[in-house]
């Protein structure tokens, strides 16, 4: 079984739409979650970043977590033509030194206006 | 804004020569890190360094080696190149010992092995 399992899509939906973004995970360790938004040549950008369980809102964005299922997920809401990009969930075990991420393997998102 | 520079966006080599790629952040990060990333195969850590001259292997060392001979700067060398390390390669940094901290990455430099 893979550390992390993210559904690669294509998921197309139309302009406000409500989107949802979803990644499981198996090593129970797993303590910081992270969302990253990466457009087409360009390098992931740092969208959401939360600890433990629970939820977290930034303007459009939730970030969900449930460690009890080792299920996060992200929600757009009033999505635009300009989310339309790959999302990639990561998660790493500790803050020590060096820890790596963990990444998922990416959603395409695609939002038509 | 965090900052993470890398040197070329788009590098076309030949099998067989030394590659360096570079990569400078203006954050004073301790933490470097090198992914690449490919279809299907998603992104795969490559080397860290979370100190000058200190180096890490990740998932896929094979075929790379890496310098940090100052704290902003980490490069990765392919010793001799290869067709099968085309690729898109990402540098990304981070604080160490405030916490856990996010990876900032920077543009990624898209390498073809001729």
């Known amino acids: 079984q893979k550390e992390v399992e993210q559904d690669p899509g294509p998921l197309s939906v139309p302009e406000g739409a409500i989107v949802s973004l979803n990644c499981t995970y198996s090593n129970s360790a797993f303590q910081y979650f992270m969302w990253y938004r990466q457009y087409s040549r360009k390098g992931p950008e740092l969208l959401m970043y939360t600890y433990s369980s629970g939820n977290k809102e930034d303007g459009r964005f939730t970030a969900q977590v449930d460690k009890s299922s080792k299920y996060i997920s992200l929600f757009i809401r009033d999505s635009q033509p300009s989310d339309s990009a790959t999302y990639l969930c990561a998660m790493t075990r500790t803050g020590q030194a060096g820890t790596a991420l963990i990444f998922g393997k990416g959603t395409t998102l695609s939002v038509s206006s | 804004d965090v900052k993470v520079t890398q040197s070329s966006r788009y590098l076309v080599k030949r099998t067989g020569e030394k590659v360096f790629l570079e990569c400078v952040q203006d954050?004073?990060?301790?933490?470097m890190f090198w992914y690449r990333q490919d279809p299907g195969l998603g992104l795969r850590l490559i080397y860290f360094?979370?100190?000058?001259?200190?180096?890490e292997k990740g998932d896929i060392p094979e075929g790379y080696s890496v310098s940090r001979e100052k704290k902003e700067r980490f490069s990765l060398i392919l010793e001799s190149a290869s067709t099968n390390q085309t690729s898109m390669y990402l540098c990304?940094?981070?604080?160490?010992?405030?916490?856990?901290?996010?990876?900032?990455f920077g543009d990624g430099t898209r390498l073809s092995i001729l």
């Open positions: 360094s979370y100190d000058v001259k200190m180096k």
């Open positions: 954050m004073d990060h301790e933490n």
């Open positions: 990304a940094s981070s604080f160490r010992d405030r916490g856990n901290q996010p990876q900032h």
